[in-house]
């Protein structure tokens, strides 16, 4: 059974930067889609930044310049670095892994930017 645990988040002034991390456990034969997206309140869930099966990264054009996603194959985390947070990045950010006829989702943690 594939479990993903986000970390990482917290309360953060604009400006300021805060680093995620998604830890996978479990196994995924094939994995599409590795990432991150938010949900703001009264809105709908949003990419964020992921990587696509191929290995390359997309952002959001709202994020580009700003995030940065890595990972550690090796420990099966990936991670969402923040720099410059602005008011509106507050959300709930969730780890997401597609694989072929599947999908997972972590739990969400809470990033709030403060003005």
């Known amino acids: 059974q594939v479990q993903l645990v986000e970390s990482g988040g917290g309360l953060v002034q604009a400006g300021g930067s805060l680093r995620l991390s998604c830890a996978a456990s479990?196994?995924?034969?094939?994995?599409?889609?590795m990432g991150w997206y938010r949900q703001a309140p009264g809105k709908q869930r949003e990419l964020v930044a992921i990587?696509?099966?191929?290995?390359?990264?997309n952002y959001a054009d709202f994020v580009k310049g700003r995030f940065t996603i890595s990972r550690d194959n090796a420990k099966n985390t990936v991670y969402l670095q923040m720099n410059s947070l602005k008011p509106e990045d507050t959300a709930v950010y969730y780890c997401?892994?597609?694989?072929?006829?599947?999908?997972?989702w972590g739990q969400g943690t809470q990033v709030t930017v403060s003005s």
């Open positions: 479990g196994t995924i034969f094939i994995v599409n889609v």
């Open positions: 997401h892994v597609s694989s072929v006829g599947s999908n997972y």
């Open positions: 990587f696509t099966r191929g290995g390359s990264t």
